[in-house]
């Protein structure tokens, strides 16, 4: 019996209110909402924990978060790095407040110059340093987080293959509540060397981004791209984690559900 298996979908860009996820939500008989630091209406400053709690109470509708795409945890700017984690750690107090459960953040492989020959990744030139950088945010993030029992999940954008980038995961995931989320489009853009890393580290897989995905192109409908889609929902049930239908648009959300319900694999 799965007990934490849901099926979330994400705020989308086209509404401009709460209160419209909410509707969509329930007219499709999804268990969660991911909430989106990139949208203003989902800044936590516009959202009272009170109406997150309320609307989980009258509907069982439960909410995660996703932190800004932006947000360096590593950047070399200690002000910048330091205004971050304030950020984080400001939406650690409100999602324990709400009862949100989740943060789903990126890990940013940072600028790169253009050389005549090949690229270099300044993260990559500077990696002890960018490590050093980046662990000193975890280690400050993960205490709170532990303190609230909230996950900090940190998402594959196709960049998990970077050794670099492993060296800093390596890391960060010994702490507590420190996981990763499997984005299966992301993975398919980074010709699957992100889930060479996630698979060595499966236990750690909190959260699942959705969608299928063709070369460069993903946030796709299911079964419109090249991915093993029962596969990766097995996974999903076998994990016992979320699994946020990531398509981005009212319409491809909806097309999406009914095409896996008349699978019957939701």
């Known amino acids: ?66 932190m ?45 110059m253009t050389l005549p020959n090949k690229k270099v990744y300044i993260y990559d030139k500077y990696s002890a340093e960018y490590l050093n950088s980046f662990i000193k945010s975890i280690e400050i993030l993960s205490v709170k987080a532990n303190k609230y029992d909230i996950t900090l999940s940190i998402e594959n954008s196709h960049n998990f293959g970077k050794p670099y980038i492993q060296r800093v995961l390596d890391k960060a995931i010994t702490y507590p509540n420190i996981n990763l989320t ?8 980074s010709n699957y060397t992100d889930r060479q890393y996630l698979m060595k580290n499966v236990k750690k897989i909190a959260h699942m981004h959705f969608h299928d995905a063709k070369g460069q192109n993903d946030h796709q409908v299911p079964f419109d791209g090249e991915l093993n889609i029962s596969e990766l929902i097995e996974f999903a049930k076998k994990q016992d984690i979320r699994m946020l239908i990531e398509v981005k648009t009212k319409d491809a959300l909806k097309k999406s559900v009914e095409i896996l319900r008349n699978a019957k694999m939701i």
């Open 182 to 189: 499997w984005d299966t489009g992301h993975d398919v853009v």
């Open 1 to 66: 019996m799965y007990n934490k298996f849901k099926i979330g979908m994400p705020a989308l860009v086209e509404y401009t209110s709460l209160n419209k996820l909410v509707d969509l939500c329930l007219e499709l008989k999804l268990d969660f909402i991911e909430l989106n630091m990139n949208l203003p209406y989902n800044f936590i400053q516009n959202i009272n924990p009170a109406e997150l709690k309320k609307i989980k109470k009258e509907t069982n509708i439960e909410f995660t978060m996703h």
């Open 68 to 112: 800004p795409d932006e947000a360096d945890l590593g950047t070399f700017y200690e002000s910048v790095r330091e205004g971050f984690v304030n950020l984080f750690s400001d939406t650690l107090d409100w999602s324990n407040e709400s009862g949100v459960k989740l943060l789903n953040l990126h890990i940013i492989e940072g600028a790169k």
